[in-house]
DNA sequence: TATTAGCACTCTCTTCTAATGAGTGCTAAA
DNA sequence: TTTAGCACTCATTAGAAGAGAGTGCTAATA
């Protein structure tokens, strides 16, 4: 059914209409690509494809464009491929780059996400790095002034938060050690689920008096141990995205824009879609809000110590470059990841 | 030469203009505004105020639209009015809407931003706080494991940064506290500048063992106290502006959304442009940047504890609903002043 | 049986022309 | 000083014609 020749019409195709953005005719693919079969051939075949629901016609006397259907095939296939070897040299000048720029985290993946968009001209995503089920390092209170004290906590992969908060009664700085002492004693170690446990049992009863501040603690655990809602999506080269034909319809470039720029839905998205695969990739109509239904979305996973937490990613029309962009995306991934561990884990 | 019926005729066109986007013709203003005089005696005016720069034509046989120098004139004008009275009801909802939505000064600000594009449904811009001149409150040294440290620094508006360093050699916390001690006593109320001064003085030449502790404290005092680099700018309502006939050339629209988008230079010009008066306003030419000359940017400022420290603003094209937008960034100053000062201030 | 040349047909896109209409500027009268 | 009247200008729109790219079918060919 989908003989080599087929396959090699339909990947034609999808070359040429990634670089032209119209519609491939038969006679283009005789003239560019040597497959030692006249145009009539290839019309059949195109027929054939079109029948399968690889390819489609703007109007009956177009050319052909390749479905979302196709675009599945033809990732699919270089997937299975093996990994391209990656271009040492091109890695190396964009890690000392990445390093360069970024003294923390978030900035990090923002300047990823700059440099990934000017180096492809696709418009970038990434977001920050998701702490699943992190562990208490280390947490402490401090007195900044008689009412005010500065609570801090520490989780295993070394980031920090921390919050200011008043007190109705003033606290001694002995007091507050104590408290500082018990709390690690008690929390290091534990996930936010389990701190929620430790509050309630027993140990804690003792601690009426500190209600009021243990209270307060809770959000601050909740933003350093399991921060799903705190997680950033950065986006760059927003603009990018409006140099492909796709968007020239200034209500479709809106469309796509606003739903970037929401942020929320996209971000959704990003965190419930596979973490399994190093790229992951969506086409089209496999997306399901409609906004992008005529747009893919590629991403690559980054870790840090072993554990994936955070993905980076270009969006742009259907007719993306995949080839190059996957390349790419395994590049980045490698590099945060590297730089990560360099910055945080030992 | 610019006689009150002159103004009359002007300010009806601007106002033509800011709502229909098309070039006034005389015709139009004797039919909407009751200037008791015919079209023809309005043509030999607007002639006039051609004449005078403040209104050109498209093509020869187009209606009028305001100038730059029309839209100052106009917005002088309403400047110079008694402010109107704040629809206090109004106020008060949109505050409620921002105390809910934020929990932290950035966050505050960006719900700001997100408010105010979709009240008024211009793009909106924010910027985080601009600490200049800050003081040292609380200097705090902790340490998480033999060879980790955490660093603190609180400054006079209760604003908390932080940053782990790895030590070469193991530090005992009996040395940290110390040392944390001895840095409170000495930088407590200085400013960045002062600390730097006191870094070099004779107090700190017995610190010679703890040089690389000091060195690694400089950029974190920085952040805290002249955090002029670290100022965040925030927009809202990026597509907004698409919604603008000036910007349905997708070109304008590119340039535009970049120079947003770009970000640097725009929070140069933000932080540049005076803090002094309540409202700041630029109209498209007075800007120094080509990608603004056809657009204006209105700003007002924010405070904590009577400093001002920030701005919240506006940006579309010159034909902007100056009078609706100047009203309502004085609404979302103040509210975000009284909420600043009610979350950290007191 | 698979491939190919040839040709009629389809549909979009561009170019050209003519018509429409909003608006100005000038002149002469009130 | 104001106004009515009118010729003139220019952008915008609609319609018509022509060009060009491409398909799909048929009949001949290897």
Chains 1, 2 share one sequence.
Do not use: C
């Not at 606290?171 to 690690?184: A, D, H, I, R």
């Not at 492909?244 to 839905?265: C, N, T, V």
């Not at 996209?266 to 809000?289: A, P, R």
């Not at 991934?333 to 945080?344: A, R």
């Amino acid at each position: 059914m989908l003989d080599e020749r087929k396959l090699k019409v339909l990947y034609a195709i999808i070359n040429s209409y990634i670089l032209s953005a119209e519609p491939i005719g038969s006679r283009t693919i005789t003239k560019h690509y040597d497959l030692g079969v006249s145009s009539a051939t290839i019309r059949n075949e195109m027929s054939d494809l079109e029948e399968l629901g690889l390819l489609n016609k703007p109007h009956s006397s177009a050319g052909r464009i390749p479905s979302d259907k196709a675009y599945r095939l033809y990732v699919n296939w270089i997937l299975n491929q093996d990994p391209m070897t990656q271009d040492e040299g091109k890695k190396e000048k964009i890690k000392q780059i990445l390093i360069n720029e970024s003294k923390e985290i978030d900035q990090l993946l923002q300047t990823s996400a700059k440099v990934l968009s000017e180096i492809t001209n696709y418009t970038s995503l990434a977001i920050s790095p998701q702490f699943k089920n992190s562990k208490v390092k280390h947490v402490q209170l401090v007195t900044i002034d008689m009412r005010q004290i500065l609570f801090i906590v520490v989780n295993n992969s070394d980031i920090v938060k921390n919050a200011i908060f008043k007190l109705d009664k003033p606290v001694s700085n002995n007091t507050l050690n104590t408290l500082s002492n018990f709390l690690n004693s008690k929390l290091k170690g534990l996930s936010f689920e389990e701190i929620g446990k430790a509050f309630n049992s027993d140990d804690f009863k003792e601690l009426i008096d500190y209600r009021q501040i243990i209270n307060e603690l809770i959000p601050i655990f909740n933003k350093s141990l399991d921060n799903n809602e705190n997680v950033e999506l950065f986006s760059e080269g927003i603009t990018r995205i409006l140099n492909f034909p796709e968007y020239k319809d200034i209500d479709k470039a809106k469309s796509i824009i606003s739903f970037i720029e929401e942020k929320d839905l996209l971000l959704e998205l990003l965190l419930t879609n596979s973490y399994k695969q190093d790229v992951s990739i969506t086409i089209g109509n496999e997306n399901q809000h409609s906004q992008l239904k005529d747009s893919s979305i590629i991403t690559a996973t980054y870790s840090i110590g072993g554990m994936t937490i955070g993905k980076i990613g270009v969006i742009g029309p259907t007719r993306m470059d995949y080839l190059k962009l996957i390349n790419t995306l395994r590049l980045f991934s490698t590099n945060i990841t590297e730089i990560l561990d360099m910055l945080i884990g030992k």
